[in-house]
C-alpha cells in the first residue's frame, strides 16, 4: 500500500519568512512525486519531480527529491499572504497507476 | 479550454437516495480518477480508471460505483447514500508524456450533503 507523509500539519509563519514543507513516502517501483497547492477549491500543480537531486524552481516556490531517503522538500521564499494554502504533496507508482495523496500541510502567512 | 468538468457542483441528499456524479475531460487522457475530501484527511482515492472500459478499487471504495464507458467521461455513483458519504469530492484525469504519466489536472469538485 503506498504511503505519503507531510509535516507538519499545519504552519503559521509572518509575510516574508521562508517555510520548508516535507514530504515522506513509501511506494512500490517509484515514478513520480507532485506538488499541489489547494487554495478554496481544485488543486493547482506546481511541481512534478522523477529524478533525485534536481531542483525544481518557479519564483520563490522550489523542491527537490531526494530518492535515496524517500523524501521531499517544498520551499517557500520571502512569503506572502497569497501564499497561504494547503499544500499536498502526492506519488504515483507502478501499482496499478494510483496517484496517492498526502493530508497536506496548512499553511497560513500573516501580514 | 474546458479541461476537467464536474456535474453537479452541489447536491443535498436524503439518507438512502442514489445519485451520479459526472466527470468529463477534453484532454483525451486515459487515466481518471475520483477522490472525496475530507477536513484533516487529504485527499482519499476512490476508484480510478486507466482507460475505457476499465476501473479498479482505491483506498474507500465502499459504497460507490463507477462506470467508465467512454474515455472521455467517469461516472461516480451511490446507489443508497449515507451520512459518511457527506463529503467534497473531486475528479482528475492525467496522460503520458513519453514514458512518464503527465501531472493531474482536477475538476472544480463537487459538494455533496447527505442528511
Known amino acids: 500500500e503506498d504511503k505519503v507523509v507531510q509535516s507538519p500539519l499545519s504552519l503559521v509563519v509572518h509575510e516574508g519568512d521562508t517555510v520548508t514543507l516535507n514530504c515522506s513516502y513509501e511506494?512500490?517501483?517509484?515514478?513520480?512525486l507532485l506538488w499541489y497547492k489547494q487554495e478554496k477549491k481544485a488543486p493547482t500543480f506546481l511541481f512534478m519531480l522523477?529524478?533525485?537531486?534536481i531542483e525544481k524552481k518557479s519564483g520563490r516556490l522550489s523542491s527537490i527529491l531526494d530518492k535515496k531517503e524517500l523524501f521531499s522538500i517544498l520551499n517557500i521564499t520571502a512569503t506572502q499572504t497569497g501564499d497561504s494554502a494547503v499544500y499536498l504533496c502526492?506519488?504515483?507508482?507502478?501499482?496499478?497507476?494510483?496517484?496517492?495523496f498526502g493530508t497536506g500541510t496548512r499553511l497560513a502567512v500573516r501580514p | 479550454n474546458a479541461g476537467v468538468t464536474q456535474t453537479p457542483k452541489f447536491r443535498v441528499l436524503k439518507t438512502g437516495q442514489s445519485m451520479t456524479l459526472l466527470c468529463a475531460q477534453d484532454?483525451?487522457?486515459?487515466?481518471m480518477y475520483w477522490y472525496r475530501q475530507d477536513p484533516g484527511m487529504g485527499l482519499r482515492l476512490i476508484h480510478y480508471?486507466?482507460?475505457?472500459?476499465?476501473?479498479a478499487k482505491g483506498e474507500v471504495p465502499d459504497g460507490y460505483n463507477v462506470s467508465r464507458l467512454k474515455k472521455q467521461n467517469f461516472l461516480l455513483g451511490l446507489e443508497s447514500a449515507a451520512p459518511s458519504q457527506t463529503s467534497v469530492y473531486f475528479c482528475?484525469?492525467?496522460?503520458?508524456?513519453?514514458?512518464?504519466?503527465?501531472?493531474?489536472?482536477f475538476g472544480q469538485g463537487t459538494r455533496l450533503t447527505v442528511v
Open positions: 511506494v512500490t517501483n517509484f515514478r513520480s
Open positions: 480508471s486507466v482507460g475505457e472500459g476499465t476501473t
Open positions: 502526492a506519488v504515483s507508482g507502478s501499482s496499478g497507476d494510483k496517484l496517492t
Open positions: 484532454m483525451n487522457h486515459e487515466y
Open positions: 522523477t529524478s533525485s537531486g
Open positions: 482528475a484525469s492525467r496522460n503520458y508524456r513519453g514514458t512518464m504519466n503527465t501531472e493531474a489536472f
